[in-house]
């Protein structure tokens, strides 16, 4: 496991993945946002997967093996009371019939309550304690699938409480924690959600849908989503109408022109910042000749870096490079900005761009550096 040179540490939290890898000189977060993955659902796939192959290209990561570790805020886990089935070497699964019984029904139940239509899911002894976890198999193995459509190699997912207290996550990715990530793969292939999965037991017989656990995941019955989500809808339209009779309906409608126009901007405001990361960034005003700016071409997109670099040079940058990309070219446009760059100089910035390339995906890397990367898709 994760035998190739360079291998890579993925970790997914509700906010994002963040990826190590011993031939980047920094650690590159993706922020989700709500025009990706909301509650951990993924909304579009396509955008995602897309932005995540931007995501990879504009890093440089090394194709190699990687593991995929899962953060306490992503998961869904249950500590079993029953004892969990045991494999012997010359029978299979072996246990008292009733604890066996106990602990399918006590797993069944614990799935059929994660409120995800397929997930991963796995029965994993941790010290004396069977836990089972679940993880939404959408949002893991759309990450997992793009890296590997780039040519890197998905070893495991794992979750990241089975390293205890010897791997802090909390405060993220660290290179000391990914080291021991690496240096522990027996804890990484005893806690693999893509091995020895769990799965429902329909009420018809779907044997076929199961025939590979380690693909497949676990199929939730979509009419059961579909009644909470109906529930959840018909108590917010009650709230909604308590509200109205509560306060008028003359104080439910906008008279001022002014504050129509306020909502529409902080729309477009939205539409073009929606892939910028959910951390604030200080606006701190800073001099444009400080900021790098790198330009991304392929060898037919001269002219546009020509006026890319006339448009940022009226602006006051300086230290602007361009170089033509060693790898595919993606379809989209994209701009990634260092974490330090003020919001306000980022909107300039994307507004002069989008004169040049009106269709761009904005993004951020964790850079402490000053710098800005645009990298010129096909379209």
Not at 122 to 150: E, P, Y
């Amino acid at each position: 496991m994760l035998s190739k040179s360079h291998p890579i540490i993925l970790f997914i939290d509700r906010f994002g993945f963040s990826v190590y890898q011993d031939a980047l000189a920094n650690i590159p977060k993706f922020s989700f946002t709500p025009d990706l993955v909301a509650n951990l659902d993924v909304i579009s796939k396509d955008q995602f997967v897309n932005l995540i192959g931007t995501f990879i290209q504009v890093n440089k990561m090394v194709p190699s093996s990687l593991a995929v570790i899962l953060s306490d805020n992503v998961i869904y886990v249950k500590d079993l009371v029953s004892p969990a089935p045991k494999l012997t070497s010359t029978q299979g699964l072996e246990t008292d019939a009733v604890d066996d019984k106990e602990h399918e029904d006590e797993v069944q139940i614990f799935l059929e309550n994660v409120p995800f239509e397929e997930v991963l899911a796995k029965v994993i002894k941790v010290g004396n304690i069977n836990r089972a976890v679940a993880v939404n198999k959408d949002l893991a193995m759309t990450i997992a699938d793009t890296f590997s459509s780039k040519g890197f190699s998905v070893e495991a997912i794992a979750p990241g409480f089975m390293y205890g207290q010897s791997a802090n996550f909390t405060a993220g990715l660290t290179p000391d924690n990914a080291r021991i990530v690496l240096e522990n793969p027996e804890i990484l292939k005893s806690g693999n959600l893509l091995t020895d999965q769990e799965k429902i037991i329909p009420s018809q017989n779907l044997e076929s849908e199961f025939k590979n656990p380690a693909v497949s995941g676990v199929k939730k019955p979509k009419g059961l989503r579909q009644f909470i989500l109906i529930g959840v809808f018909v108590t917010l339209l009650v709230i909604l109408a308590v509200v109205y009779l509560n306060l008028g309906v003359s104080q439910t409608v906008p008279k001022s022109s002014k504050a129509k126009s306020a909502t529409t901007n902080a729309v477009n405001t939205s539409s073009v910042i929606s892939t910028l990361t959910q951390t604030p960034v200080a606006s701190v005003p800073i001099d444009p000749q400080n900021i790098k700016i790198k330009i991304i071409q392929s060898s037919q997109s001269d002219e546009k870096v020509t006026n890319l670099k006339s448009g940022l040079l009226g602006m006051g940058f300086t230290d602007i490079i361009s170089e033509v990309s060693e790898v595919s070219i993606p379809e989209k446009s994209s701009v990634v900005f260092s974490q330090n760059v003020p919001a306000d100089l980022r909107n300039n910035v994307i507004a002069e761009i989008k004169k040049i390339l009106p269709d761009i995906s904005i993004l951020e890397n964790q850079d402490v550096d000053l710098s800005v990367s645009i990298l010129i898709g096909k379209s």
